[in-house]
T-cell receptor, first 116, second 111 residues
Framework: KAGVTQTPRYLIKTRGQQVTLSCSPI?????VSWYQQTPGQGLQFLFE???????NKGNFPGRFSGRQFSNSRSEMNVSTLELGDSALYLC???????????????FGEGSRLTVL | GENVEQHPSTLSVQEGDSAVIKCTYS??????FPWYKQELGKRPQLIID?????GEKKDQRIAVTLNKTAKHFSLHITETQPEDSAVYFC??????????FGQGTRLTINP
């Protein structure tokens, strides 16, 4: 069974640019969530999607957005990049149906974004 | 919303000794508390979890305890081994709400 796949694995951008990251969940998982990981800040929740609908949102500015497609694949976009956006962006999929309980998160290997 | 505090941020123990990591949460309605382990350069993986209707859960050398009254839960690792070296994250969730992680604890096992 294939795991969670994130692309690209590494990317370098300059300030002001935008970036799109992709996440393919484990087959059968309909919940996809995104996290930003930086040293000392742990795992900061960005958003969660289920059945193409955003179910939860973290405390990030509107420059951070996402979407989920009918096949459960998800993308997140960051516009007008800032130096502070440099981080590892992790995607996780789950059987979890928000509102019906919790389940194990299966993480991808992440997309490491460097903003120069 | 939920807030999770995790301590200590770093922990160093001798191989064979025990390690304890503690977390507190703010939302008394939280009912699910997982622990994730992230080895260097790898993805976080679930190692154990506990639900609010249980006070303790064990799995071989690891155990988690939950005190709902005090709103804190702890991870206990006994007979530590070099492969236990990693960053450990606690988390809490309430119903449909987002999973909120603690800041992480970097555990180092000294030979």
């Amino acid at each position: 069974k294939a795991g969670v796949t994130q692309t690209p694995r590494y990317l370098i951008k300059t300030r002001g640019q935008q970036v799109t990251l992709s996440c393919s969940p484990i087959s059968g998982h309909r919940s996809v969530s995104w996290y930003q990981q930086t040293p000392g800040q742990g795992l900061q929740f960005l958003f969660e999607y289920f059945s193409e609908t955003q179910r939860n949102k973290g405390n990030f500015p509107g420059r951070f957005s996402g979407r989920q497609f009918s096949n459960s694949r998800s993308e997140m976009n960051v516009s007008t990049l800032e130096l502070g956006d440099s981080a590892l962006y992790l995607c996780a999929s789950s059987f979890r149906n928000p509102g019906q309980g919790s389940g194990e998160l299966f993480f991808g290997e992440g997309s490491r974004l460097t903003v120069l | 919303g939920e807030n999770v505090e995790q301590h200590p941020s770093t922990l160093s123990v001798q191989e064979g000794d025990s390690a304890v990591i503690k977390c507190t949460y703010s939302d008394s309605a939280s009912n699910y508390f997982p622990w994730y382990k992230q080895e260097l350069g790898k993805r976080p993986q679930l190692i154990i979890d506990i639900r609010s209707n249980v006070g303790e859960k064990k799995d071989q050398r690891i155990a988690v305890t939950l005190n709902k009254t005090a709103k804190h839960f702890s991870l206990h690792i006994t007979e530590t081994q070099p492969e236990d070296s990693a960053v450990y994250f606690c988390a809490a969730i309430q119903g449909a709400q987002k999973l909120v992680f603690g800041q992480g604890t970097r555990l180092t096992i000294n030979p």
